[in-house]
Nanobody, 131 residues
Framework: QVRLVESGGGLVQAGGSLRLSCTAS????????MGWFRQAPGPGKERDFV??????????YYADSVKERFTINRENAKNTIYLQMNSLKPEDTAVYYC??????????????????????WGQGTQVTVSS
């Protein structure tokens, strides 16, 4: 069992920045590939891929909508991943979730963008960007 706790969300004006954190607690010595997803408000909105990172940071992927604005990184010693979000736009408003990538799957760009590949999820943190 893995528990994930996100933090760092809040209200920010367009053009501003936020840094999200996600700390994992689970079996000692286990390091997961991980990802960030977001779910915008409104009916029918799905949980969309934002960014992902392999266990050793060798592979990093971003959704096209956040490239060059968001940066994902991790500190394995702290069991924590981060999402630095710059140049925020109102359309970035969403609940942001972190998740652990399933250990039985091969981590690549295609797989890491699919929420069905992730096993454990945090409770989410709200990010609101005002215009």
């Amino acid at each position: 069992q893995v528990r994930l706790v996100e933090s760092g969300g809040g209200l920010v004006q367009a053009g501003g920045s936020l840094r999200l954190s996600c700390t994992a607690s689970g079996p000692p010595g286990t390091i997961y590939a991980m990802g960030w997803f977001r779910q915008a408000p409104g009916p029918g909105k799905e949980r969309d891929f934002v960014a992902s990172i392999s266990w050793n940071s060798a592979e990093i992927y971003y959704a096209d909508s956040v490239k060059e604005r968001f940066t994902i990184n991790r500190e394995n010693a702290k069991n924590t991943i981060y999402l630095q979000m710059n140049s925020l736009k109102p359309e970035d408003t969403a609940v942001y979730y972190c998740a652990t990538f399933g250990g039985t799957y091969y981590f690549d760009r295609s797989a890491s963008g699919r929420r069905q590949m992730y096993d454990y999820w945090g409770q989410g943190t709200q990010v609101t960007v005002s215009s």
